[in-house]
């Protein structure tokens, strides 16, 4: 079966760093993914890891450790828009989601 | 030009009733999915084709069959409809198998009264 873990909530103030971390342990694995959501809409695609280290896309990176099953979502310079629900969802041959961040930022 | 969309946005109905929802997407994807975002926000697949081909069928009761006249389109259509099945139901694409990058559509909310 799939197990993804990461935190349920985190509350920052604009302009700082969030980290949000997810540990998962599946059956298989093909990569690594994180979306995010805003409440009342669709996920959105954010980054994509399928090999060990950090993959940086302006303000958001990500990191995998696959040895450890482990991933990191490093949101920099916060701002009100990213206030959003964040996924972490291992790949194996389907997207097997974690049940989400809610991140909250703050003026 | 919406890339993965799903009709309708809001269903209301009652318990018991058949209801269907529909999605389109015209991204030449391969791979469509369902699935179903919970009152917890817990985002579940349930099924998923490819080339019209089921591949994924999570435990999902069969009241729910999903079906796929081309690669273009997978509707999911709901028999018996009970209060748990009250949730938003997301349909998604992606490229292919194996390259699950997914985009979803707006979601359907069903709520069942």
């Known amino acids: 079966g799939q197990n993804i873990d990461q935190p349920t909530e985190m509350t920052a103030t604009e302009g700082a760093i969030v980290q949000i971390n997810c540990t998962y342990q599946?059956?298989?694995?093909?990569?690594l993914f994180w979306y995010q959501q805003h409440a009342g809409e669709a996920p959105t695609f954010l980054s994509y890891?399928?090999?060990?280290g950090l993959e940086e896309k302006g303000r958001f990176s990500s990191f995998l450790s696959r040895s450890k099953g482990y991933s990191y979502l490093l949101l920099k310079e916060l701002q009100m828009k990213d206030s959003a629900s964040y996924l972490c969802a291992v790949d194996d041959y389907k997207l097997s989601f974690g049940a989400g961040t809610t991140v909250t930022v703050r003026a | 030009d919406t890339a993965v969309s799903q009709t309708p946005k809001y269903l209301v109905t009652q318990m018991g009733n058949d209801k269907s929802i529909k999605c389109e997407q015209n991204?030449?994807?391969?791979?469509m999915y369902w699935y179903k975002q919970d009152s917890k926000k817990f985002l579940k697949i349930m099924f998923s084709?490819?080339?019209?081909?089921?591949?994924i069928n999570e435990t999902v009761p069969n009241r729910f069959s999903p079906k796929s006249p081309d690669k273009a389109h997978l509707n999911l259509h709901i028999n018996s409809l009970e209060l748990g099945d009250s949730a938003v139901y997301f349909c998604a694409s992606s490229p292919e198998r194996g390259h699950t990058e997914a985009f979803f559509g707006q979601g359907t909310r069903l709520t069942v009264v």
């Open positions: 890891n399928v090999l060990d």
């Open positions: 599946t059956s298989g694995f093909n990569g």
């Open positions: 084709y490819n080339n019209k081909e089921l591949i």
């Open positions: 991204l030449g994807h391969d791979t």
